[in-house]
């Protein structure tokens, strides 16, 4: 099963159970004010399951009120997203006096930088739903974005937001199937999902600027690139051609990042050749075999290469990461 953190308040004295879930809420996403006309004997559950850099947690808890304020977020900013999927009542969302509603069929987000109201739950049920959280470092998005992220409505009933919403879902109703390796590899899932999502809103709302629209496209590259890694046939002429763009406009789009195409598909491969030794339970496939697996196809070109990423042979590194595992 995956690394996961269990949270009852029925474990602890009535007078107790409101302070300790704000704490756990406030130290999983960030600090918040909490507010609930039930904190007197307050009732919640919730799970953290632990996705490498991402986490899932399935919760259900009595009304209450989450504010992020401006002096929390100048006291301390995670520079986190977070989304919350609703399975059982509504989330409203106010951030300048304008108020969003979200249900099962949309994504709440909340951006820890951005102050935000967020109520939960009615009078009479408590609310059940699951929570993400993901770094916005990880997401490649310009920063001026996130402030859109928030306002465009994340529809869960199509496309990747459905295909979100049910590994969300899924992982709230059984995490049997997997192990705690398998954490991280969902965790690079969940995120080329938001990542596809985002691009393809961000794509289809009219009303961004050009700029954004460059950044849509290119966060939709990126999250094909991640698909087809394995791929040896992956190219930019591969990439242009499914993009309906020219290899030369493909060329632009990158000479703003950090990298170029081919520079970045190749630290991709890199890095998850690199996570594939790191792992127990590969420790007796060849390295040349993970190296192929990610289409370097000379033993000698591999190695270099990993030396120049890491510092170390891929033999030592595995030797290293499996060693580190032990302990």
Not at 52 to 62: D, E, N, R
Not at 93 to 115: I, K
Not at 156 to 171: D, I, K, M, N, V
Not at 296 to 323: Q, V
Request: glycine share 4%; charged share 25%; net charge neutral.
């Amino acid at each position: 099963m995956l690394t996961e953190r269990l949270f009852r308040t029925d474990d602890l004295p009535p007078a107790d159970r409101f302070e300790c879930w704000r704490e756990l809420v406030s130290g999983t996403h960030a600090p918040l004010d909490l507010l609930s006309d039930h904190r007197a004997d307050f009732l919640a559950s919730q799970r953290v399951l632990d996705l490498g850099a991402v986490s899932v947690w399935p919760t259900t808890f009595q009304p209450v009120c989450f504010r992020r304020t401006p002096k929390l977020i100048r006291q301390s900013d995670p520079e986190g997203l977070h989304l919350s999927l609703s399975l059982h009542g509504a989330l409203r969302a106010v951030r300048s006096n304008e108020e969003t509603v979200h249900g099962p069929d949309s994504l709440c987000v909340v951006d820890t930088s951005r102050p935000v109201d967020v109520h939960a739950g009615d009078d009479s049920r408590p609310h059940t739903g699951v929570g993400l959280e993901v770094p916005k470092a990880l997401l490649p998005l310009p920063r001026h974005t996130f402030d859109r992220v928030t306002t465009v409505r994340l529809s869960t009933r199509e496309g990747f937001g459905a295909l979100l919403a049910q590994l969300l879902t899924q992982l709230a109703n059984d995490t049997s199937p997997y192990q705690a390796a398998d954490g991280p590899r969902l965790g690079t899932v969940v995120i080329d999902l938001l990542s596809a999502l985002l691009g393809h809103v961000l794509d289809t709302d009219r009303s961004l600027p050009p700029e954004t629209h460059r950044q849509a496209l290119v966060l939709r590259i990126r999250a094909f690139v991640q698909q087809h890694l394995h791929d040896p046939q992956l190219s930019p002429c591969t990439i242009a051609a499914a993009h309906h763009i020219s290899r030369s406009y493909l060329y632009r789009l990158f000479e703003d990042e950090e990298e170029s195409i081919a520079a970045w598909i190749r630290g991709q491969r890199l890095e998850h050749a690199r996570r594939d030794l790191a792992q127990p339970a590969m420790r007796t496939t060849p390295i040349h075999a993970i190296a192929a697996c990610w289409c370097f196809t000379h033993a000698a070109d591999f190695t270099r290469a990993f030396r120049r990423a890491y510092g170390m042979s891929p033999r030592e590194y595995r030797s290293f990461a499996i060693a580190h595992s032990a302990m």
